[in-house]
């Protein structure tokens, strides 16, 4: 499963709980048909919870995902049109929608619209200067086309913004070793460890370079400046389904 696949399938599930009241069923319904791979039934069941909440912007996220994830299946040009209308309206009710704010940078890079997606994301970032999590999805995009410089300096301004962002702390940490910097890679995974220990990929990645690096198994870790977050990050592109 690609990238934007993934994060459309868990923006559906964590949007889950969004549309409320009468409409919960109905977009309830909608994420088990679009789990089920029946697209149509579940647009059916996101556009009668709309009815029944009209404005409600994790109905418009819901609907713009399932156009989304139908445009990528079946090639259909005018499905990621209807998708990237959806997600608009999705931030023009809540500008601070983060699954619908990647999945829509992720629709304009699949739309060979990189430069939109850097312009959507800046100015996201700019509309809220205190979330680190604009400034990681800038740096994901400089880091796939390449510019790890820039890659970089977005990831210390997410980490400025936000000490202790695991996501953040771990892709600096990748960064830095495949720059060829072991032993800073380690104290940046060993940190975001020390915040989230549910992370078995980070820790493998900790036992992997202290293997290769023994003179670091006892390098000290800085302890986070605030208390772990109670809820590990879910990733994304793709988004959160609302109930």
């Known amino acids: 499963m690609d990238r934007s696949a993934w994060l459309l399938m868990a923006g559906l599930v964590l949007a889950n709980t969004g549309c409320g009241g009468m409409a919960r069923n109905d977009n309830a319904e909608g994420v088990k048909l679009y789990q089920q791979g029946n697209y149509l039934g579940a647009v059916n069941h996101f556009q009668q919870a709309l009815a029944k909440q009209p404005g409600n912007a994790d109905c418009f996220y819901n609907l713009g995902a399932t156009y989304h994830q139908q445009a990528k299946l079946f090639n259909r040009p005018a499905d990621m049109a209807t998708a990237e209308q959806y ?4 931030l023009a009710r809540n500008p601070k929608h983060e699954a619908c704010q990647r999945a829509l940078s992720v629709l304009l890079v699949e739309e060979n619209r990189q430069g939109d997606a850097v312009s959507q994301l800046q100015a996201w970032a700019r509309s809220q200067p205190g979330n680190a999590n604009p400034h990681i999805e800038l740096a994901r995009l400089a880091q796939e ?9 977005q990831l210390i ?12 702390l771990v892709a600096l940490a990748s960064l830095r ?27 493998a990645r900790v036992a992997a370079i202290q293997a290769t690096v023994p003179a670091q198994r006892t390098a000290a870790v800085p302890p986070p400046a605030v208390p772990p ?15």
């Open 87 to 90: 997600y608009h309206l999705c």
């Open 229 to 243: 977050p109670t809820q590990a990050f879910v990733p994304a592109p793709s988004g959160s389904l609302a109930r």
């Open 177 to 203: 070793e495949q720059a060829g910097d072991p032993g800073q890679a380690l104290a940046n995974y060993s940190r975001a460890l020390a915040i989230d220990p549910a992370q078995p990929t980070v820790a």
């Open 145 to 153: 086309h390449g510019d790890l410089r820039e890659a970089e300096n």
């Open 157 to 168: 301004d997410a980490l400025a913004v936000d000490p202790n962002n695991p996501r953040a």
